[in-house]
């Protein structure tokens, strides 16, 4: 079973940055699939970002690309979202997701998943 633990959340104006973490335990951190997805009061889960077990590949929603990047540090087990440019409607929790099989865009591809992360941007 694997847990993860997101942090960095908070309120930032916009055109702010936010760095948001996710600490994974319990499983092989370099076997999984790692991805952001962010959900909106009265939306659907959207994803927002992902990253093969070697980092050598990433992949993004439109919506953030060019302003967000993902990254992971296999030896820490934490994967990693820098958001710049924020914009209001970046508001959402943001959740950290976890798979062991080949990376997708469908929230029901992964199987692990954290608590959340509460992220809002002040226009």
């Known amino acids: 079973q694997v847990q993860l633990v997101e942090s960095g959340g908070g309120l930032v104006q916009a055109g702010g940055s936010l760095r948001l973490s996710c600490a994974a335990s319990g499983g092989t951190f370099s076997r999984l699939v790692m991805a952001w997805f962010r959900q909106a009061p009265g939306k659907d889960r959207e994803f927002v970002a992902g990253i093969t077990q070697n980092g050598a590949t990433t992949s993004y929603g439109d919506s953030v690309k060019g302003r967000f990047r993902i990254s992971r540090d296999n030896a820490k087990t934490t994967v990693y979202l820098q958001m710049s440019v924020l914009k209001p409607e970046d508001t959402a929790v943001y959740y950290c997701?976890?798979?062991?099989?080949?990376?997708?865009?469908?929230?029901?591809?992964?199987?692990?998943w954290g608590q959340g992360t509460q992220v809002t941007v002040s226009s």
């Open positions: 997701s976890a798979a062991y099989t080949n990376w997708g865009q469908l929230p029901n591809e992964y199987l692990f």
